[in-house]
């Protein structure tokens, strides 16, 4: 039911209110941190960044929550240079969304571990990823187009997207994964081995930016994107 109100769109929800678009971040923020749990603890590939951080946080013996959170100001900076100037509301805010988002994934990977998703017969695991991948999408759309705050890694892809690459969500998408997989393939040469890579991951690399083009126009279609440069 309350999908089916998001899908559609509500005539009441037709302004960009302040408020209405708080909600909706709020909304989008926990959809995001519970899809890319899901995708982590069915086993089958995460989507790209988060299987990078994977990576990092075994390579490094860090916290889960804590390399995120890491990994995001880093990113966070390089959004600086995309711009070609510091931008102070896109600093704060891509460290504003990263904090609560970083552990909010650990949280819900911790809370889906009793149900035990990685034993679950393979094509049932498939569908369980792939359905985090399509919520993964749909909230980093909503949040997008809330355009309030934003994860650095979504900042990166919509800077690509609407600065370098015409407005194209495939492209921006799959351009920024060029740094997260530089850094899984060095972590695969210095440890041997590669974690939370799958079929999950391939589907994120090349059809999440799909997703979320298509997301823009029947999620929530009264949010409008707001992006300026």
């Known amino acids: 039911m309350a999908l089916s109100i998001f899908i559609l769109g509500d005539r009441k929800l037709e302004d960009n209110s302040f408020k209405k678009r708080l909600g909706f971040l709020i909304f989008a923020i926990v959809l995001d941190a ?4 899901l995708m982590i603890d069915s086993n089958m590939g995460s989507a790209v960044w988060t299987a990078s951080a994977v990576n990092i946080s075994t390579l490094l013996h860090t916290s889960y929550g804590t390399t995120l959170f890491i990994y995001a100001v880093i990113v966070t900076i390089v959004n600086q ?3 070609g100037k510091f931008d102070g509301h896109i ?3 891509n ?3 990263s904090l609560p988002f970083s552990y ?7 809370i889906l571990n009793p149900l035990n998703l990685n034993y679950l017969p393979i094509y049932s695991r498939f569908l369980v990823d792939l359905l985090g991948l399509i919520f993964v999408s749909m909230g980093t759309s ?5 355009n309030l705050i934003q994860h650095p890694n979504d900042e990166m892809a919509y800077l690509l997207r609407f600065k370098y690459l015409h407005g194209s969500a495939g492209w ?3 351009v920024s994964y060029t740094p997260p997989v530089i850094i899984m393939i060095i972590c695969f040469i ?3 081995h590669i974690l939370s890579v799958g079929i999950g991951t391939i589907l994120a690399m090349f059809c999440q930016g799909i997703i979320i083009g298509i997301s823009d126009k029947i999620v929530v279609p009264s949010l409008k994107h707001h992006y300026s440069f």
């Open 172 to 174: 921006g998408q799959l």
């Open 190 to 192: 210095l440890t041997g």
């Open 81 to 83: 240079l995309l711009l």
């Open 104 to 110: 909010l994934v650990g949280f819900f990977s911790d």
């Open 142 to 146: 909503i949040y997008q187009r809330c």
């Open 91 to 93: 600093f704060v805010s």
């Open 34 to 37: 519970f899809a890319n749990a």
């Open 95 to 97: 460290l504003l969304f």
